[in-house]
C-alpha cells in the first residue's frame, strides 16, 4: 500500500495507473529473480564440474628388476616381516624367475613381484601371496589350495587348470586372466570378488558354479 501511494504522490497516477506501476515494478522484480537464478545456477554448475572433474591417476610403475644372482633363490624363504601386511626388510622380486613344477608350499611371498615368473604346476598349497604383483604370471595348473590369495593382481595372468581349493580369495583383480578349468572347490571368495570372477568369459562350467555365479 505505501508503494502505491509513493507512486501516487510521485506521478498523480490514477487507479488504473497505480496497477500499471505495480505491474512494471513486479517484472523488475521477476528480471531481476532470473539474474540472480542465472547466476547461482552458473556457479552451481562451475562448482559440480569441478567436483566431478576425474581425478589424476599416478601411472604405477615397477622398479627395474633386481641385479642379485640369487633373487629367484628367494622364493623358496620368502618373505619372514610383517606377512599379513606385505612389509619386508626387502622387496621379494621374482619377476621372470622359473618356478615351473617347484615346490612352494606354505611359503610367505606377501608383496612378491610375480609378473612373468613361470608358476606353472608349482605347488602353492598353504602359501600366503598377500598384496602380491602377479601380472601376466604364468600359474596353469599351479595348485593353490588353502592360499592365501589377498589382494593379489592376476590381471591377464594364466591361472588356466589352477586349483584354488578351500583357498581364501579377497580383494583379488582377475581381469584378462585366463581362468579356464580353474578349479574352486570350497573357496572362500569374497562378494566382490566373486562379482569379478563371473564376468570373465574363460570362467565356464563347473568352475562357474564353484564359484558362485548366477545363470550361464
Given at each position: 500500500m505505501a508503494i502505491l501511494q509513493k507512486c501516487n504522490a510521485a506521478f498523480g497516477c490514477t487507479r488504473p495507473q497505480r496497477i500499471r506501476c505495480q505491474a512494471v515494478q513486479a517484472s523488475a522484480v521477476r528480471d531481476e529473480g532470473t539474474k540472480s537464478f542465472a547466476a547461482v545456477a552458473a556457479a552451481g554448475f562451475t562448482a559440480?564440474?569441478?567436483?566431478?572433474?576425474?581425478?589424476?591417476?599416478?601411472?604405477?610403475?615397477?622398479?627395474?628388476?633386481?641385479?642379485?644372482?640369487?633373487?629367484?633363490?628367494?622364493?623358496?624363504?620368502?618373505?619372514?616381516?610383517?606377512?599379513?601386511?606385505?612389509?619386508?626388510?626387502?622387496v621379494?622380486?621374482?619377476?621372470?624367475?622359473?618356478?615351473?613344477?617347484?615346490?612352494?608350499?606354505g611359503k610367505t611371498l606377501a608383496g612378491a613381484l610375480l609378473s612373468d615368473t613361470d608358476m606353472s604346476n608349482t605347488n602353492l598349497r598353504e602359501a600366503v601371496l598377500t598384496k602380491s604383483y602377479g601380472v601376466g604370471a604364468i600359474l596353469s595348473g599351479a595348485d593353490l589350495t588353502?592360499?592365501?590369495?589377498?589382494?593379489?593382481?592376476?590381471?591377464?595372468?594364466?591361472?588356466?587348470?589352477?586349483?584354488?581349493?578351500?583357498?581364501?580369495v579377497t580383494g583379488t583383480t582377475f581381469e584378462g586372466a585366463d581362468l579356464s578349468e580353474s578349479v574352486w572347490e570350497d573357496a572362500l571368495i569374497g562378494n566382490e570378488d566373486v562379482k569379478r570372477l563371473c564376468t570373465n568369459p574363460t570362467l565356464t562350467g563347473e568352475s562357474r558354479f564353484q564359484v558362485g555365479c548366477r545363470g550361464k
Open positions: 559440480l564440474s569441478l567436483l566431478t572433474a576425474a581425478p589424476a591417476v599416478a601411472e604405477f610403475k615397477l622398479p627395474p628388476i633386481s641385479s642379485d644372482p640369487n633373487r629367484c633363490d628367494r622364493g623358496y624363504t620368502g618373505n619372514t616381516i610383517g606377512q599379513a601386511n606385505a612389509v619386508s626388510d626387502k621379494l622380486d621374482l619377476r621372470r624367475c622359473d618356478y615351473s613344477g617347484k615346490d612352494l608350499s588353502n592360499a592365501v590369495v589377498d589382494r593379489v593382481d592376476f590381471s591377464r595372468a594364466k591361472l588356466n587348470g589352477a586349483k584354488f581349493v578351500n583357498a581364501v
